[in-house]
Each structure stands twice: as structure tokens, then as C-alpha cells.
């Protein structure tokens, strides 16, 4: 069983910037492609950001592209998302998942079904 953990989040003012961290316990984290998603209250949940395997390719969903940066660390099995310029529409649950890539896989994923493993959410709330 992979365990992924989240951190970070909390409470920002409109224009103001958070972190996200989340750590997997994947022995193989360097063959797994990584996502953030996000869920509003009433909302399906949502793609926000995506990044291969290497780190080499990232996606990101159109409403945050330029304020939104997402990066990894394969040494430390950890990959975080950097939130700049938050709007009130920004606020959610966010959550990271892991996808296992196969050799030679250089894909990032967007789709929930693409995942295999999720952390337990962390709230992002931005006040107008």
C-alpha cells in the first residue's frame, strides 16, 4: 500500500501565495507521474496540474497556468505545488495522486481515473 501525505494549505488573502508538499511512500516515486487536483464544495473534482515521472514535463489546467507552479523532488519523494496570485475561486480541498508510469512513459496525466493512489486533502481557502 502506497501512503501519500499531504501539507500545507490554510487560509490566504486574494492576490497572496501557499505551498503544497505532498510525500509518497512509493519505493519507485522516480517511475511515478504525480497530479494535483481540487474539489470545491458542490463540485466534482477537478485537474490542476500534472508532472511527468523526470519532472521534464508539466500541465497545467488553463485558470491557473502563469500563477501555478508545479516541481518534484526524486531524491526526497516529494512533489509541491506553488501557489502565486490566489483568487477566492481558488478555493478548495486540494489533493495530490500518484500515478505509476511504466518504462518508457514519459506522460503527465490529467484525468482522475489516470491515478492509482491519493492523499488525504488539504483545504485552500482564499478571502476576497
Known amino acids: 500500500q502506497v501512503q501519500v501525505v499531504q501539507s500545507g494549505g490554510g487560509y490566504v488573502q486574494t492576490g497572496g501565495s501557499l505551498r503544497l508538499s505532498c510525500a509518497t511512500s512509493?519505493?519507485?516515486?522516480?517511475?511515478?507521474?504525480m497530479g494535483w487536483f481540487r474539489q470545491a464544495p458542490g463540485k466534482g473534482r477537478e485537474f490542476v496540474a500534472a508532472?511527468?515521472?523526470?519532472?521534464?514535463?508539466?500541465y497545467y489546467e488553463e485558470s491557473v497556468k502563469g500563477r501555478f507552479t508545479v516541481s518534484r523532488d526524486n531524491a526526497k519523494n516529494t512533489v509541491d505545488l506553488e501557489m502565486n496570485g490566489l483568487k477566492p475561486e481558488d478555493t478548495a480541498v486540494y489533493y495530490c495522486?500518484?500515478?505509476?508510469?511504466?518504462?518508457?512513459?514519459?506522460?503527465?496525466?490529467?484525468?482522475?481515473?489516470?491515478?492509482?493512489?491519493w492523499g488525504q486533502g488539504t483545504q485552500v481557502t482564499v478571502s476576497s
Open positions: 512509493a519505493r519507485a516515486f522516480s517511475r511515478t507521474a
Open positions: 508532472i511527468n515521472w523526470s519532472g521534464g514535463a508539466t
Open positions: 495522486a500518484t500515478h505509476f508510469s511504466n518504462f518508457g512513459d514519459n506522460a503527465y496525466y490529467t484525468g482522475v481515473s489516470d491515478y492509482d493512489y
